[in-house]
């Protein structure tokens, strides 16, 4: 008696490559996809085929491949924030792939160890990458226990937006509390926030998030340059405090335009700019939340949208509005409401 052949063929070979390569890209992450490129050759050959990429960094990253020197998200952040930085997006890429070989024999890895080569090195494989998303372990910018601060900023070859929301605390308000009375707001910036150190504090968060921006920009060019299929760029992390952001049209200027880049740092320069200032000393926003203390600034390049069109302004009004999600986004509808204050700032 023998068997039927059919018995013995492996029927997922009979999906076809589109429908393989659309779970990939539903899956995303890069160190999930690498563990699948060692499943099968077919798998090896289609994983670098992928358009949808995550680069997810753990908690903990060996610097150098050097297992005795690592970066831990519960130790203190260096005073050089921005070298943690550069060294968490040169070597975090490691992980996924240090034990990788080669399924086609031999001990040729299957993309080649961070600790000898860089992330747009290891990135090289992913050829056909048209929407690429690295988050980060933490923020960049430290802030006292309490505070909260977001951002967002849109680049080309140099800023284009940025937004920046922060307050001194965020809350939820019993249901019983009655602050009415308890914050004195007319609507305007009340003498007290530029004699307490408000306005200093402020400009601290401005200038930190923009260094942030910049400097997390300044890193990618690399990955850009490299990878001419990219049509979106999403650089975030795990706290949600910032996120830079590239769409079509911004990458396809940051390849036609030379990037600026600062005499001082390894981040790109940031133009003199226009801001627009709001403040609120209390927000109560929907489900009992309350955010005390709340700015908002939203920074465009000096000479850019001042013409006052109006499609302009709107897509300028949906960037700002558009900017976060949940309650944050809800404190922004609020804000832009308010008076708002004009400010200048020259390029660093």
């Given at each position: 008696m023998q068997s039927h052949p059919s018995l013995y063929r492996d029927h997922?070979?009979?999906?076809?490559?589109?429908?393989?390569?659309?779970?990939?890209?539903?899956?995303?992450?890069i160190q999930s996809l690498g563990r699948?490129?060692?499943?099968?050759?077919?798998?090896?050959?289609?994983?670098?085929?992928?358009?949808?990429?995550l680069v997810k960094f753990d908690g903990v990253v060996s610097v150098d491949g050097d297992s005795d020197e690592a970066l831990s998200l519960s130790s203190p952040k260096p005073r050089n924030v921005f070298a943690h930085l550069l060294r968490l997006l040169l070597f975090a890429f490691l992980r996924p792939f240090q034990s990788l070989q080669n399924i086609n024999g031999g001990n040729k890895p299957l993309l080649p160890q961070l600790s000898r080569h860089s992330p747009a090195r290891v990135l090289k494989n992913f050829t056909h990458v048209r929407n690429l998303r690295i988050e980060l372990p933490a923020g960049?910018?430290?802030?006292?226990?309490?505070?909260?601060?977001?951002?967002?900023?849109?680049?080309?070859?140099?800023?284009?937006?940025?937004?920046?929301?922060?307050?001194?605390?965020?809350?939820?308000?019993?249901?019983?509390?009655?602050?009415?009375?308890?914050?004195?707001?007319?609507?305007?910036?009340?003498?007290?926030?530029?004699?307490?150190?408000?306005?200093?504090?402020?400009?601290?968060?401005?200038?930190?998030?923009?260094?942030?921006?910049?400097?997390?920009?300044?890193?990618?060019?690399?990955?850009?340059?490299?990878?001419?299929?990219?049509?979106?760029?999403?650089?975030?992390?795990?706290?949600?405090?910032?996120?830079?952001?590239?769409?079509?049209e911004q990458l396809k200027e940051f390849r036609e335009k030379p990037l600026a880049a600062s005499l001082s740092s390894n981040r790109t320069q940031v133009p003199a700019s226009n801001m627009k200032?709001?403040?609120?000393?209390?927000?109560?926003?929907?489900?009992?939340?309350?955010?005390?203390?709340?700015?908002?600034?939203?920074?465009?390049?000096?000479?850019?949208g001042t013409g006052g069109g109006s499609s302009s302004r709107k897509e300028a009004e949906a960037f700002i509005c558009g900017a976060f999600d949940g309650p944050f986004r809800a404190a922004v509808k609020a804000l832009v409401k308010r008076r708002t204050y004009l400010l200048e700032m020259n390029g660093f």
């Open positions: 997922f070979d009979r999906i076809p490559d589109s429908l393989v390569l659309l779970v990939f890209n539903k899956l995303a992450d699948c490129s060692t499943v099968s050759k077919r798998f090896y050959a289609l994983v670098p085929l992928v358009h949808d990429v960049d910018v430290g802030t006292e226990d309490g505070v909260f601060l977001k951002w967002t900023a849109e680049f080309g070859s140099t800023l284009q937006n940025c937004v920046i929301l922060g307050g001194t605390r965020m809350e939820r308000r019993p249901a019983s509390a009655n602050l009415e009375g308890s914050v004195e707001d007319n609507g305007s910036i009340p003498e007290s926030f530029y004699t307490n150190g408000g306005l200093k504090l402020r400009v601290v968060w401005t200038i930190s998030s923009l260094i942030a921006a910049s400097t997390r920009h300044y890193l990618l060019r690399q990955i850009i340059n490299d990878h001419p299929t990219l049509r979106s760029l999403v650089l975030t992390d795990a706290d949600g405090q910032g996120t830079l952001i590239m769409g079509a200032l709001r403040y609120a000393p209390y927000l109560e926003l929907a489900e009992g939340m309350g955010m005390q203390g709340v700015t908002l600034v939203a920074i465009k390049p000096a000479g850019e």
